[in-house]
Nanobody
Framework: QVQLQESGPGLVKPSQTLSLTCTVS??????????WSWILQPPGKGLEWVGA???????YYSPSLKSRTPVTRDTSKNQFTLQLRSVTPEDTAVYCC???????????WGQGTQVTVSA
């Protein structure tokens, strides 16, 4: 059973860059044909897909967030990372990493990590 664990700062100041890491256990992020995604949920709102990195290393992004949210990976550590640039209080949310069997699916989830953007 794959396990995903998010890590990162709980509090970030406006205009800073937020960096979140998902560490994957029991399974490789390069295994065909999985997609590894980031999803956020602002308080009181629904889930929003941010972006994904495929088993191949190809990346996919939400059109509304693309310019601010590069997703990268470190295969030696079996981790993938989300960077959210120039954060504002509107980026306050619970951020989750997931694994899906194809782009757009989310079969396995991390527990999520709360990020608050505040001065």
């Amino acid at each position: 059973q794959v396990q995903l664990q998010e890590s990162g700062p709980g509090l970030v100041k406006p205009s800073q860059t937020l960096s979140l890491t998902c560490t994957v256990s029991v399974g490789s992020i390069t295994t065909n044909y999985y997609f590894w995604s980031w999803i956020l949920q602002p308080p009181g709102k629904g889930l929003e897909w941010v972006g994904a990195i495929a088993y191949s290393g190809s990346t996919y992004y939400s059109p509304s967030l693309k310019s601010r949210t590069p997703v990268t990976r470190d295969t030696s550590k079996n981790q993938f990372t989300l960077q959210l640039r120039s954060v504002t209080p509107e980026d306050t949310a619970v951020y989750c990493c997931t694994r899906g069997h194809e782009l757009g699916t989310n079969d396995d989830w991390g527990q999520g990590t709360q990020v608050t953007v505040s001065a």
